[in-house]
């Protein structure tokens, strides 16, 4: 069974970091694209950033320069690093893992496989 499992999500004041990890399990991953999603309450579920195996990345404008993805193929495991976060950041993040194809790194649609979330709420 395909689990994906993400943690380190808390409350963090303005300015602050936190450090999400995904880690999946269940399958074979070899190859597959890692991304980040997130949704507040009362909107849309957005993406947030994006790596692929051989470790090419991808953000969305409203997190460049201040939050870092990266991967550990080997475990499986993917991390959202988040530095100056900001309260407008506060939402519940949520980790995907997706076979290589064609879709845009940026569209839920290229995911197959979902974590339940991590809550993140930044206090200004």
């Known amino acids: 069974q395909v689990q994906v499992v993400e943690s380190g999500g808390g409350l963090v004041q303005a300015v602050g970091s936190l450090r999400l990890s995904c880690a999946a399990s269940g399958r074979t991953f070899s190859g597959y694209r890692m991304g980040w999603f997130r949704q507040a309450p009362g909107k849309e579920r957005e993406f947030v950033a994006a790596?692929?195996?051989?470790?090419?990345?991808q953000y969305a404008d409203y997190v460049k320069g201040r939050f870092t993805i990266s991967n550990d193929n080997a475990k499986n495991t993917a991390y959202l690093q988040m530095n100056s976060l900001k309260p407008e950041d506060a939402a519940v993040y949520y980790c995907?893992?997706?076979?290589?194809?064609?879709?845009?790194?940026?569209?839920?649609?290229?995911?197959?496989?979902w974590g339940q979330g991590t809550q993140v709420t930044v206090s200004s």
């Open positions: 790596i692929t195996w051989s470790g090419y990345t």
């Open positions: 995907a893992a997706g076979a290589p194809t064609g879709a845009p790194l940026g569209r839920a649609a290229a995911y197959a496989y």
